[in-house]
């Protein structure tokens, strides 16, 4: 089955450390993926994506992800943490399913950053 | 530019009631898409238009939600009779690009809650 695994609940960083938020992925054919964040009250926002190419792929506020296809892993990070990166963080892949495409979506990560 | 609207945001009802969620989509989006999330879950597909047609509704629950799109502008996601399990956070996201490698824009969603 296609699908995607968050295995983090919640990561917890301190502002100014190194973060990574997991994804790992299971889809058939070329893997296209997707990371989204939610702040409070408001929608999900687009991070970053990768579709082909350079396997890093910067994106929005800093952030960054690393496409490692032997791993199928997505991995989001980035160098600093800053305190208004809290939010909760969704990755995503499309997915073929009868000859429709969809997003299929992990269960988020909630990140903290303490001052 | 306005963004993606959804309204109400936030709904009670008991078990039983019909609710309706209404979301309007960014201008000259043509894409526009219906997802869940209940509590602490992966967000689930539903639904997508492409302008007033029902592209994939391969991800509704049962015969119980409606969903229509009349003109291909607004969309509206009915629910009756509603069920405990239909509680959750309902999110609209529209979009230009019909192949899923584009953006999807979201709105805040609407919770709803079913007593």
């Known amino acids: 089955a296609q699908s995607v695994a968050q295995p983090e609940d919640q990561v917890n960083v301190a502002e100014g450390n190194p973060l990574t938020v997991k994804c790992t992925y299971s889809?058939?054919?070329?893997?296209?993926l997707f990371w989204y964040v939610q702040y409070p009250n408001r929608g999900l926002q687009f991070l970053l994506k990768y579709i082909t190419g350079d396997n890093l792929v910067k994106g929005s506020y800093g952030f960054e992800a690393e496409f490692n296809k032997s791993q199928t892993s997505f991995h989001l990070k980035k160098p600093s943490a800053l305190v208004s990166d809290s939010a909760l963080y969704f990755c995503?892949?499309?997915?073929?399913?009868?000859?429709?495409?969809?997003?299929?979506w992990g269960a988020g990560t909630k990140l903290i950053i303490k001052p | 530019e306005a963004g993606v609207t959804q309204f109400p945001s936030h709904s009670v009802i008991e078990k039983g009631q019909t609710v309706t969620l209404r979301c309007d989509p960014i201008?000259?989006?043509?894409?526009l898409y219906w997802y869940r999330r209940v509590m602490g879950k992966e967000i689930k597909f539903l639904l997508h238009f492409v302008k007033e047609s029902k592209q994939d509704e391969s991800g509704m629950p049962n015969n119980r939600f409606l969903a229509e799109r009349t003109g291909g502008t607004y969309s509206t996601l009915k629910v009756q009779p509603a069920e405990l399990e239909d509680s959750g956070v309902y999110f609209c996201?529209?979009?230009?690009?019909?192949?899923?490698?584009?953006?999807?824009?979201f709105g805040a969603g609407t919770r709803l809650s079913v007593l």
């Open positions: 889809v058939s054919g070329n893997p296209y």
């Open positions: 996201a529209s979009s230009q690009d019909l192949q899923g490698f584009d953006i999807q824009y």
């Open positions: 201008s000259g989006h043509d894409n």
């Open positions: 995503a892949v499309r997915a073929l399913m009868d000859s429709n495409y969809q997003l299929i």
